[in-house]
Structure formats: C-alpha cells, structure tokens
C-alpha cells in the first residue's frame, strides 16, 4: 500500500501534463505562429517535458 502523493511529486506530474498540451499546441498548428508567440519563448516543451520526466524517475 502506497501512502499519498508527495506534493512535489503532483506538481511536476501537473506540469508534465501542462507540458504535453503545449507540445499538441505546437504540433496542431504552424509552428512560425507558436514560436512567434511571446508566451511559449521560455523553452522547447519536449526538451522541458524530458527533464521532468528525469525529475519523476
């Protein structure tokens, strides 16, 4: 039996969730809009993606 998520763990669960929007974002539509778009410039959503998956492991 499992004791209850740490909230750390759940915050890097929600934001590889929030993550893996941005990345069908970026997929779905043309990829010079979402670039251009100031609010997704802080960083390439499948290199974050994969960083927090090493910080969940």
Request: aromatic fraction near 6%; proline fraction near 5%.
């Amino acid at each position: 039996m499992t004791g209850p998520i740490r909230p750390e763990r759940r915050t890097l669960l929600e934001l590889d969730a929030l993550l893996e929007k941005l990345e069908q974002l970026a997929a779905e539509g043309d990829r010079r809009l979402y670039d251009a778009d100031e609010r997704y410039r802080w960083g390439d959503p499948a290199s974050l993606r994969a960083r927090v998956r090493e910080l969940l492991r």
